[in-house]
């Protein structure tokens, strides 16, 4: 009998840790679900830049739901919801994956990886390869930037910018 419940007890442990490790890569985004995130820039060809980011977890922590704020009309500069994304663990293929459905129909899709606090972001746009980077400065802030990749390497930056965090209101 004491075999049997040792057995049940070392077999639940192990799906409890199992169940952690599929989580943890995405345990990384915590750090931005516990505010606000808003930047203003200019892109390199001199358009101004401004965006809010809305972190928050979803499906019990296993995908991470994102809302982006920012220009949607170039013309009236109109300022509203712009993309709705999702940050998820691919588990067959070992890797966090996103994809962004913005207003306009569009749908980009690519993977991300952190290094340290530093959150990376890797997809084609439009047949070119680029990757916006997330540099960990302190808790509230982030330097941020856009560029092309070429053959591995950052080639052109087309935005530099901060993000800083804004806290929450407690949602009811």
């Not at 192990?14 to 820039?41: C, D, K, M, Y």
């Not at 009236?76 to 919801?81: I, M, N, P, V």
């Amino acid at each position: 009998m004491k075999l049997k419940l040792l057995i049940i007890v070392c077999c639940f442990l192990f799906s409890i840790e199992g169940f952690a490790q599929e989580n943890a890569p995405l345990e990384h985004f915590n750090q931005f679900t516990e505010g606000v995130w808003i930047t203003e820039g200019e892109w390199s060809n001199g358009h101004k830049f401004k965006q809010e980011i809305d972190f928050e977890w979803g499906l019990n922590h296993k995908i991470v739901k994102v809302k982006t704020y920012g220009t949607i009309d170039p013309k009236t500069k109109k300022y509203g919801l712009r993309n709705e994304g999702i940050r998820a663990y691919n588990t067959q293929d070992s890797v966090i994956q996103f994809w962004e459905f913005d207003i306009y129909g569009g749908i980009t899709k690519g993977e991300c990886y952190f290094e340290g606090r530093n959150l990376h972001y890797e997809y084609d746009y439009h047949g070119e390869k680029l990757k916006e980077s997330w540099i960990f400065v302190d808790q509230d802030s982030y330097k941020y930037q856009i560029g092309s990749v070429k053959d591995g390497k950052l080639d052109k930056v087309y935005m530099k910018s901060s993000y800083k965090r804004i806290l929450k209101l407690n949602k009811q």
